[in-house]
């Protein structure tokens, strides 16, 4: 039973976010695609750190910075593409094929250099370094002036996709969507393989991981790099939706976002952060409309439901069973 209400609530947000297009359209309000838009892309970089804390335990304080970074990978290509010289003898490109690739793999690189620090230790030493290299990466951006520098990089028009026309709101929505549900199907299907089953049995207890000949560090160092890739993913189709990058895309703040995302949706899920995303979203909508002050509400609101719905929105549907 509790399957068939997975399945059917799975399905139905589907159905809603394959329907937001159309009624946007019907609507007149292009601020309704928008705002669905910006959940697609922050759920994927929402379910990529979810990989790691529900899964693995790897509590990353530092995320935002390959959501960063795969966002001013996209907009430093484009400013030598358009008019601002080589860089290293490359005229740049357009081209999502190249581009794309050329972002996650910076953020594969940036995250196996982290991680192999990181990961040589745990709890609050692994969280403080996570957050000291993503404090290192959101400075360096700032330092950037010929990108911008505080003020951020505007990209002239979004990468070209074979067969696809990304400057219409529609299309590159759908496309963000196919991305989303293609990035959860391959969390799902590692969180079930045997190297996902490895994670999360170190993640119960690694000493007895250990003693049965597991080696921790290979596994959690590539769940690590796995999660950000999917972060620079939606750093990536971050700059190509608003067109615009900026150093607060690698700030404590917005990793912090997205660790109060996967707690709100629910731990462990994958489910749970795409929900969490759009209540997150939609109530930071609402509120900053209400109050400019809106983080006073915002605040309360999260820490309740951590207190007292400690499985989050999703949890009792999609979680992990206890008895």
């Known amino acids: 039973m509790r399957a068939k209400f997975r399945l059917a609530a799975i399905v139905l947000g589907l159905a809603i976010l394959a329907a937001m ?7 007149g309000s292009t601020a309704l695609l928008g705002l669905t838009n910006r959940i697609l892309i922050y759920a994927i970089a929402a379910v990529s750190l979810d990989l790691i804390i529900g899964y693995g335990a790897l509590v990353s304080f530092g995320h935002a910075m390959f959501f960063g970074l795969g966002g001013y990978t996209v907009g430093i290509i484009a400013h030598h593409t358009f008019g601002g010289g080589p860089i290293f003898g490359w005229s740049g490109s357009n081209a999502a094929l190249v581009v794309w690739p ?36 959101f400075f360096v951006l700032v330092s950037l002036q010929s990108y911008g520098g505080d003020d951020g990089l505007m990209l002239d028009r979004r990468n070209d996709m074979p067969f696809i026309d ?8 759908f496309l963000c969507l196919a991305l989303l549900v ?28 250990v003693n049965l000949g597991i080696r921790p560090f290979p596994f959690r160092l590539t ?22 990058v900026t150093p607060d895309m690698a700030a404590w703040t917005k990793s912090g976002e997205f660790m109060a995302i996967v707690v709100l949706g ?10 969490g995303t759009a209540a997150f979203i939609t109530l930071e909508q609402l509120l900053s409309s209400w109050s400019e002050h809106w983080m006073i509400v915002m605040g309360p609101v999260l820490t309740l439901i951590a207190l007292f719905g400690q499985q989050g929105l999703a949890g009792r549907l999609f979680g992990r069973r206890h008895d």
């Open 223 to 244: 769940a690590f790099v796995i999660s950000a890739v999917g972060t620079g993913l939606a750093g990536v189709l971050w700059a190509n939706y608003a067109r615009f």
């Open 102 to 137: 050329l972002a996650l793999l910076g953020c594969a690189l940036l995250a196996a250099a982290v991680g192999a620090l990181a990961l040589r230790t745990s709890g609050v030493q692994f969280i403080m370094i996570t957050l000291a290299f993503a404090q290192m990466v």
């Open 266 to 275: 629910g731990l462990g899920t994958l489910f749970g952060p795409i929900l």
């Open 182 to 209: 293609a990035w959860t199907l391959i969390c799902l299907s590692i969180v079930n393989s045997r190297f996902g089953l490895i994670l999360q049995a170190l993640r119960q207890s690694e000493r007895r991981a």
């Open 166 to 173: 990304l400057a219409r709101p529609q299309t590159f929505y």
């Open 21 to 27: 297009p159309f009624t946007a359209e019907a609507t």
